[in-house]
Structures are given as C-alpha cells and as structure tokens.
C-alpha cells in the first residue's frame, strides 16, 4: 500500500452560530467565528489517498484524475463561498473545520476510483490549527 497527498486552497467565509443560544453564548463558546456579519478563512486542504501500484503504470491513480476530482467536487463548490449558505453538502451542518472534514470525506469517497482509497482528510484553518479526518 502506498500513499500518495495533494494540497489544495480554498477561501471561504462562515459564522458558528446557535441560534438556540443567546449573543453571549454564541461568543464564549465561538469566540471571533461567532461574528454576526460573517468573516473568512484561507483554508488548506490537504487529502491523501491509498492503494496498491498497477505494475504497468508504477501509479495507482493518476495525479491529474485526482486533481481533476477534488477541483470538480470540492474546490469549486467551497471556494469564494458561504460554508453557511452556499454548499449543498453541508446543509444543516454547524461549519466548523472538523464539520467541514468529515463532510469532505463523505464527498469525495463518493467520486473516487477504486483504485484509491481515502485515508484521510486534514484541513488547515489558520497556518496554526488544522483538523484530520480518518474516516
Ligand atoms: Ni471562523
């Protein structure tokens, strides 16, 4: 089994917000995200995926196709993009990073080869925080 990584980028802006909660609450518990007027981040994706090499192309996915998959799938439905508003994947979803993760995870599965499997997910907030996804 061998692994293979690709870096992506997106910008995109959220709020964490509960609506059952008071203005108070929302800011102890969210701190900035909590933001009322929205705010963005420069967020780094990062997906690694696995599988056996095919002996006649020495890969077991081509870096384009995976590129071209994560672009088609992910990149081009988060990117510039409301994580509250405009994402039918995340509908109903709180869009904090770890939320975020998962429901990338259950995307993508969904348009890999399988060739390759998803081994994880990981996802840069700020160049400090980032969240990882195992499936
Ligand atoms: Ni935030």
Same mark, same amino acid.
Do not use: S
């Given at each position: 089994m061998?692994?293979?990584?690709?870096?992506?980028?997106?910008?995109?802006?959220?709020?964490?917000? %509960? #609506?059952?909660w008071t203005k108070e609450k929302n800011e102890e518990m969210f701190?900035?995200?909590?933001?009322e007027n929205w705010h963005g981040h420069n967020f780094e994706l990062i997906v690694t995926v696995k599988?056996?090499? %095919? #002996?006649?192309?020495g890969y077991f996915i081509n870096v384009k196709d995976l590129s071209k998959i994560i672009q088609e799938h992910i990149i081009e439905k988060l990117d510039h993009k409301n994580l509250n508003l405009d994402v039918p994947f995340l509908k109903g979803v709180m869009p904090t990073t770890e939320n975020l993760a998962i429901a990338i995870w259950n995307e993508l599965s969904k348009h890999l080869p399988k060739e390759a499997q998803l081994h994880s997910v990981k996802i840069y907030e700020t160049p400090r925080i980032c969240v990882e996804y195992f499936g």
């Open positions: 061998i692994y293979l990584t690709r870096h992506e980028h997106f910008n995109a802006a959220h709020k964490l917000y %509960n #609506p059952a701190g900035k995200c909590a933001n599988g056996e090499i %095919n #002996p006649d192309t």
